[in-house]
């Protein structure tokens, strides 16, 4: 990989970080690059690394235009290192340390903890990457394909800014660090990716919907907290990672609503009332309701671990080290320090769900999950809204915080999807009505022909209602490498 060379990285990595005269940065990125494309090429979207992709990329953070699109191949796409603008004066906003101006480099008492998020962060970037390296060759459309792999550059790049922050403030652990993160794999058993739904499998364009949906808004979510950090820097990385993030989720919003959408229209056009014959409904080539509704209860539950514990120790710290806040934390009128307020959170208490009180420092985690929930109910609201426009009658719920849990107060409980609590062998005797079974995922996979002539769409899924960029509906979103 000698190209590297070549590269002029002062021209070649957008930035607004000055890195043209901070050499040192500048040497361990060109030397993190090869293995940052080698990493691509391996586990990067498979058998499109040649094709021409209609892709935006920051250039800027201008809100009134930081992006531009052009056709680009993948591997030579310019992951950037942008941060939103310094913003003068600004102050630690909440924690022991609040209204204490903000660090421009990283307290030494914090290191070990900050790292710690950082990596957590910048792990997640290319795990996902990885799940859903092989969706192209089923895409449903050119459209379809083209925001996959957006998303997917996208994702890189927050590599980039997580692995940015590792080499310019952390010195030679942070080195180490950004190597570790090309060495992760999702998936695997020796060396998997940190966190429990990076290792999840994305079998199907259903899931990717899903992933982007549910996970990627626990990215905003994450993101959000991190903005606020009184480590600057990672503020300024995460504000500027939160205008990219809004499009993954309008993919799954998007690819979600039209999924639901084709199905209720090729029901009404056949005649067929009930939403539950999923066998007559499946035999007009659309993803019956019950099956996406299972798919949401599965990546629903699996994105509420993220959150980590509902009382937890680590969030508490973080919280009060000014490192890691609340979503929207400057808005909230409370002291900031949460010295002496409580928080309800929910509990399994002698087998029952409970609502009890915990001191608001340790129930951080709890929090900003019930931001979450909050933010996904007004997405499932948005779909009923396509159901009943259709004139079918079926209605989408979101999961009960208990449901198919792995981490926190549910792990260890059997919890319906409308929040009953029942023992294991009831669980067993239901768990195909209430998750994905083999054969739902077999049928969507039989259905996932891919669909590469502009203009046309899968069978299953709708059209869009507008293009990106403005684009017209026959527009060759990707042009693809023979
Ligand atoms: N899987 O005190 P606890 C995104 C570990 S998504 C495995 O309960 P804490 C994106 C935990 O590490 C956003 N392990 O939790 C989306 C700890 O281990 P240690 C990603 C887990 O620390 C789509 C122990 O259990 N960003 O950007 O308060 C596409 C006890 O932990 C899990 C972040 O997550 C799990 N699910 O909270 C692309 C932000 N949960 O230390 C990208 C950074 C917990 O005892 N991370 N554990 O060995 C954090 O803020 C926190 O680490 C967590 C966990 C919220 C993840
Ligand atoms: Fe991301
Ligand atoms: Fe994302």
Redesign the pocket.
Known sequence: MNDIIDVDYREKIPNNVNLSEDRRVLRALESWHPGYLDWWKDMGPEGFQESLVYLRTAVSVDPKGWAKFDYVKMPEYRWGILLAPHEEGRTVPFGKHYGEPVWQEVPGEYRALLR??IV??GD??P??VEQQRHLGKTAPSLYDMRNLFQVNVE?GR?LWAMVYLLQKYFGRDGREEAEELLRRRSGSTDKPR????FNEATPDWLSFFC?SFF??R??KM??E??AQSGFDPLSRTCRFMLTEEAH?MFVGETGIGRTVQRTCEAMKAAGLEDPHDIERVRALGVIDLPTIQKKLNLHYSLTL?????EV????AN?FNAGL?GRFRETAIEDDHKLESATYPVLKMVDGQIRRIDEPALTAI?MRLRDDYTGDCQKGIGRFNKIIERTGVQFELKLSHVGFHRH??EFRDAHVTPDGRVIDKAAWDKNRDKYLPTAADGDFIVSLTKPVAEPGKFASWIAPPKVGIDNRPGEFEYVKIAA
């Open positions: 710690r998020l957590i962060q997640t970037e795990a996902s994702e927050h940190m966190l429990g739904a992933f996970t990627d626990d990215g994450q993101l907290s991190l993954h671990d993220l959150f980590g514990s937890s120790t680590n969030a973080a890691k985690n981490i926190g």
